[in-house]
């Protein structure tokens, strides 16, 4: 168990940089079905943040690392490029 003002002192670090820029950080947890409250949504990004899974910008750094930490399932996880949304 993790006490109030522990929470709190960690979360305070980070609290600025996931409003800021945790956009996709956050899309990836509602997309692998964790849709907790916002509260759950900031204590799984500072967590994250702290271990140095997301840098200090809330930025994922590793996606496939990010999404087992948070689920316990292995993920592969590619980018493509695109240029153009239009379906031929």
Do not use: H
């Not at 960690?10 to 947890?29: F, H, P, R, T």
């Not at 990004?45 to 087992?68: I, P, Q, R, W």
């Amino acid at each position: 168990m993790i006490y109030p003002q522990t929470f709190a002192s960690e979360v305070a670090k980070n609290i600025d940089a996931i409003g800021k820029y945790g956009c996709l950080a956050m899309c990836y947890l509602y997309c692998v079905g964790i849709r907790g409250s916002e509260t759950e949504y900031i204590r799984i990004l500072s967590d994250c943040m702290n271990k140095g899974l997301l840098d200090n910008e809330c930025t994922v750094l590793n996606a496939s690392k990010f999404l087992e930490y948070v689920t316990g399932k292995r993920y592969d996880v590619t980018k493509e490029q695109f240029n153009d949304l239009k379906k031929d």
